[in-house]
């Protein structure tokens, strides 16, 4: 499928759909359209807001979508701004990882499969959002391999550490240096071409879809010492047991996993839109005590299992799915209305 001649394909059925709109009637370039616009939301944990109840029962329980996640916030936000979405579909769901786009995932009950993402996609969809890449990364397992507590105590939160055998208090200079550093240089490469096929895909299967890849709200702050006090009613750090010299190194990773999305939205045929959540949380990180919208990695969530709360695992809490919901109904606006 990502091939030259795939990319051709698709690269002209975006520069088709270009055109028509472009001889559509006079003045429809400054106004959004006044018909709903069909849309498919895709992507993983942070479009499905996991953390945030209830979530979304039947086939794909174990997404663990939220009924309210950030594209029925956003879906609102525009249609009070007389923007409709017709939403096809949302099919995003936890675990899901870049290639789950085009291949089926199975979720925590072994059996128990999803298809492929882009089996929403419809050839008169026109716009496709979404968030992926995390997973692909292997943010958790970079977690893991950073957090002693999460290897014990995070049952719920798949993959291993990169490498079990070195402690956890030694993961900054394991992924700044030899094996670690390798393992991520690959993962990021992965990451790259995994998102060059996605974009392309929407192209081929929904030929006349706006594409928009949303990244990653921020995590750790700029200022790490912030990290060093619990947030309001919590008794754990945000971060748990990660050391504070190991905190840059997991904010360098996510802004270079960011500069990743923001390049392959940008290198795709015909172009993508990005937003940048990153750029716009710098204030409201896990460490931002009563102002933060992202869930510290062992403060309870609104998921119970039995009598026990999931944790958030730094997924957004409902202050942060709202911010991402303004960013990506902004964005979304802006599009329809060029």
């Given at each position: 499928m990502n091939t030259p001649a795939a990319r051709r394909l698709a690269g002209a059925a975006v520069a088709l759909g270009s055109c028509l709109a472009l001889a559509g009637p006079a003045g429809s370039a400054d106004a959004a359209p006044a018909d709903p616009v069909p849309t498919v939301f895709f992507g993983d944990s942070y479009t499905a807001n996991f953390g945030i109840a209830p979530f979304q029962e039947g086939d794909r329980t174990f997404?663990?979508?939220?009924?309210?996640?950030?594209?029925?916030?956003?879906?609102?936000?525009?249609?009070?701004?007389?923007?409709?979405?017709?939403?096809?579909?949302?099919?995003?769901?936890?675990?899901?990882?870049?290639?789950?786009?085009?291949?089926?995932?199975e979720l925590l009950l072994p059996g128990v499969k999803v298809p492929p993402q882009?089996?929403?996609?419809?050839?008169?969809?026109?716009?496709?959002?979404?968030?992926?890449?995390?997973?692909?990364?292997?943010?958790?397992?970079i977690l893991k391999q950073c957090s002693d507590k999460l290897r014990t105590e995070g049952v719920l939160l798949p993959g291993e550490p990169v490498d079990g055998d070195?402690?956890?208090?030694?993961?900054?200079?394991?992924?700044?240096?030899g094996d670690g550093k390798n393992w991520l240089d690959g993962k990021f490469e992965q990451v790259s071409g995994d998102l060059e096929e996605l974009l392309d895909r929407i192209a081929y299967f929904a030929p006349d879809a706006k594409r928009v890849l949303v990244g990653y709200p921020r995590l750790v702050p700029e200022d790490t010492a912030k990290c060093l006090t619990a947030a309001p009613g919590q008794t754990q750090l945000p971060f748990a047991d990660i050391s504070k010299d190991a905190l840059p190194v997991l904010d360098q990773i996510q802004k270079r996993l960011n500069d990743v999305m923001k390049k392959a939205a940008a290198d795709a045929d015909g172009g993508a839109d990005f937003v940048d959540l990153y750029a716009h949380t710098g204030s409201n990180t896990a460490c931002d005590g009563a102002n933060r919208s992202i869930g510290g990695l062992l403060e309870d969530s609104q998921i119970k299992f039995g009598n026990d709360h999931v944790p958030w695992y730094a997924h957004p809490n409902a202050k942060g799915r709202d911010m991402q919901a303004k960013q990506v109904a902004d964005k979304v606006e802006q599009i329809l209305n060029r």
């Open positions: 997404c663990f979508q939220a009924k309210e996640n950030y594209p029925a916030v956003a879906t609102r936000r525009l249609a009070d701004k007389g923007i409709a979405l017709d939403v096809q579909s949302d099919v995003s769901c936890g675990g899901a990882l870049v290639h789950h786009f085009w291949q089926e995932q882009q089996d929403a996609l419809k050839q008169d969809t026109r716009l496709a959002v979404g968030s992926m890449g995390g997973n692909t990364l292997g943010f958790n397992r070195e402690p956890a208090s030694k993961c900054g200079e394991f992924f700044e240096s």
